[in-house]
Structure formats: structure tokens, C-alpha cells
């Protein structure tokens, strides 16, 4: 059965660092979507992806966030200096295809601890 | 604005006895609802959804959930718990489409003890 997948599963960074989480989304869905989760908290909606542009984003989705399709079948978040606030479980979700086109899927998510 | 309550954040049961976690949405136009389970380290699955289909909606692993309009509740059950039932439950609405954000609820701490 297809599955979102995520990588790496963990990142450590240092405060100011640039990082890339990385997601391929399940084949022949057509949007995109990152989650993020801070430790004890609920999970957030940060941004979603249709059409090779943002259609939505949260307050938390400032300036120092963005994201990418470069190819046919990644979706990337960047985060452009990492703050220590920024260390959270990141998760990437796709929907939109032939397969319950109306439900989001998950990935495993991404740890990112920022030091 | 949509959102979602889950009441508890803790819910311990024994193993056999029946679950129920609880799940108030507010939201402006009929919603879609979901209900998540993320076990330890690993990410969120999907259980069950409500589509404005059937109002009572039967998921993997045993659980089921019926929306009440008329009590804005979408809640979670399921007969008789399992040891491996233990994990984190979300619950999460989204307007009236699929390909909205979905809002989450803070979550719900299923323990089942032997």
C-alpha cells in the first residue's frame, strides 16, 4: 500500500542553521501539506501545496519558512535559520488522489532538534 | 473558524473494558471528521472519517465513531480494549472539503492496563 515517507526520521541543527525536511508524498496525489508538533502539544497545521503553489499558510509560516516541489515527486520544507522554538516533530501529509481523495495521509514525521 | 475539543487528556481503561474518547467540534458549515491514532514514535494513522455519509462510522482495528450534529460531538469507541489499543487519538475537523487544513484537537492518552 502506498505510504507518504519522510526523511531523515531525525535532524539535529544548530540555532541559525538552514535545514530541509524532506517528504515524497503518496504517487498520485495532488496536495500537499506540512504539520508540525511540538513536544506535549497539539498537532499544527503549518502550510498546504497545490498546483505548484502555496494555497494556504499559518501565522507560524513566516519568512524564514518555504517550500518546494523541485521534482515529480518530493515536497520539501526549508527552514532558513533555525530558532531553538523551531524543534518539533514535522509531518507531511498528501491527499487528493484516486485513493479516499478527501483524507490526508502522514508520514512518520521528522524529530528536528534545534540546539 | 473550525476547532476541536478532546476531553481528557488522559483516558485509562482496563483491558476488555469499552473506550470512549470524546470529541466537540465547533464549525460554521457541516465538517468533515477524522480521528487519528499516533503510537509511540511513530506518525499519525488514520482510524476512521465522517463525510456526510453514514453517521455512524466504523474505522480499522475495531473502533467506530458516530457524528451528532445536534451535540456537535463526533466520539470514539470501541467495545473491548487492547494492550496494543494504547497510543495518542486525535481528533481533527476540516471545513466541508477534503483538501483543507485539518484542525486537531489536543489529543487524547489512551492507557489499558491488564
Known amino acids: 500500500e502506498p505510504e507518504v515517507t519522510q526523511t531523515p526520521s531525525h535532524q539535529v541543527t544548530q540555532m541559525g542553521q538552514e535545514v530541509i525536511l524532506r517528504c515524497v508524498p503518496i504517487s498520485n496525489h495532488l496536495y500537499f501539506y506540512w504539520y508540525r508538533q511540538i513536544l506535549g502539544q497539539k498537532v499544527e497545521f503549518l502550510v498546504s501545496?497545490?498546483?505548484?503553489?502555496?494555497?494556504?499558510k499559518s501565522e507560524i509560516f513566516d519568512d524564514q519558512f518555504s517550500v518546494e516541489r523541485p521534482d515529480g515527486s518530493n515536497f520539501t520544507l526549508k527552514i532558513r535559520s533555525t530558532k531553538l522554538e523551531d524543534s518539533a516533530m514535522y509531518f507531511c501529509?498528501?491527499?487528493?488522489?484516486?485513493?479516499?481523495?478527501?483524507?490526508?495521509?502522514f508520514g512518520p514525521g521528522t524529530r528536528l532538534t534545534v540546539l | 473558524a473550525q476547532s476541536v475539543t478532546q476531553l481528557g487528556s488522559h483516558v485509562s481503561v482496563s483491558e476488555g473494558a469499552l473506550v470512549l474518547l470524546r470529541c466537540n467540534y465547533s464549525?460554521?458549515?457541516?465538517?468533515?471528521l477524522f480521528w487519528y491514532v499516533q503510537y509511540p514514535n511513530q506518525g499519525l494513522q488514520l482510524l476512521l472519517k465522517y463525510t456526510s455519509a453514514a453517521t455512524l462510522v466504523k474505522g480499522i482495528n475495531g473502533f467506530e465513531a458516530e457524528f451528532k450534529k445536534s451535540e456537535t460531538s463526533f466520539h470514539l469507541t470501541k467495545p473491548s480494549a487492547h494492550m496494543s489499543d494504547a497510543a495518542e487519538y486525535f481528533c481533527?475537523?476540516?471545513?466541508?472539503?477534503?483538501?483543507?487544513?485539518?484542525?486537531f484537537g489536543t489529543g487524547t492518552r489512551l492507557l489499558v492496563s491488564p
Open positions: 464549525s460554521s458549515v457541516p465538517p468533515y
Open positions: 501529509a498528501s491527499a487528493g488522489g484516486s485513493r479516499e481523495a478527501d483524507t490526508q495521509y
Open positions: 481533527a475537523v476540516n471545513p466541508n472539503t477534503g483538501f483543507q487544513k485539518l484542525v
Open positions: 501545496f497545490y498546483n505548484n503553489e502555496i494555497s494556504e
